[in-house]
């Protein structure tokens, strides 16, 4: 079955820098790819998202990009503000509304 | 419409009880989603519902679990003789399915029901 791989488990940045979180998946057949932001106590919001006929798509202070050929789709966060702190989370579908395989989670820790 | 609903928001039961948990998702989505999570892990799928008919379930959904969505609208997830693992927090997901170009089909999660298993 699908597998999503996230990396780092844990990233702390300082405020005013960039964030990158990377995931990669296995099933060649997903083509849509969302991220979403959870804070504590709250189920997960989607964030910005991604499908395979698009190789990167911004809005405003993140940004993800997608290569399909490697399998492999990154989320960028500029100019982080301590209330980007959050776990996030990658998914994976093989169609857009569909039952989703999430990665693992990234904390993420924005110091002021 | 104020988004997915689910209730309880937090049920502390003794092993061995059966617990339901309530789901009610944006009015016009015609998917439903349920997931579990455990703590540091992502959700993980258990099952989903177009309409009132489930159309998939996963090999974590076991015999001691049962969901329904009888008229299409609100979902119900049971879990019966509780055990100490089936504590989590139950995710309900709701989103539009079809085929129309320049819809949003993106989940809206509920805020989940924190299970925890005495």
């Known amino acids: 079955g699908e597998n999503v791989e996230q990396h780092p488990s844990t990233l702390s940045v300082q405020e005013g820098d960039s964030a990158v979180i990377k995931c990669t998946y296995s099933?060649?057949?997903?083509?849509?790819f969302p991220w979403y932001k959870q804070e504590l106590g709250k189920g997960p919001q989607l964030i910005i998202d991604?499908?395979?006929?698009?190789g990167e798509k911004k809005d405003q202070r993140i940004a993800v990009t997608l290569n399909k050929t490697a399998k492999h789709f990154s989320l960028h966060i500029t100019e982080t503000q301590p209330e980007d702190s959050a776990v996030y989370f990658c998914?994976?579908?093989?169609?857009?509304?569909?039952?989703?395989?999430f990665g693992a989670g990234t904390i993420l820790r924005v110091k002021s | 419409d104020t988004g997915v609903s689910q209730n309880p928001r937090h049920k502390i039961t003794k092993r061995g009880q059966n617990v339901t948990f309530r789901c009610d998702p944006i009015?016009?989505?015609?998917?439903l989603y349920w997931y579990r999570q455990t703590l540091g892990q992502g959700p993980e799928f258990l099952t989903y519902?177009?309409?009132?008919?489930?159309?998939?379930k996963s090999r974590l959904l076991s015999d001691r679990f049962s969901a329904e969505r009888p008229k299409g609208s609100f979902s119900t997830l049971e879990i019966q003789r509780t055990e100490q693992g089936d504590s989590a927090m139950y995710l309900c997901?709701?989103?539009?399915?079809?085929?129309?170009?320049?819809?949003?089909?993106?989940?809206?999660f509920g805020s989940g029901t924190r299970l925890t298993v005495v």
């Open positions: 009015s016009e989505h015609n998917r």
């Open positions: 519902f177009q309409n009132e008919a489930q159309l998939e």
């Open positions: 991604i499908r395979s006929n698009v």
């Open positions: 998914a994976a579908s093989r169609e857009y509304g569909n039952k989703l395989v």
């Open positions: 099933d060649s057949a997903s083509n849509y």
């Open positions: 997901a709701s989103s539009l399915a079809g085929t129309g170009l320049g819809a949003n089909y993106g989940y809206t």
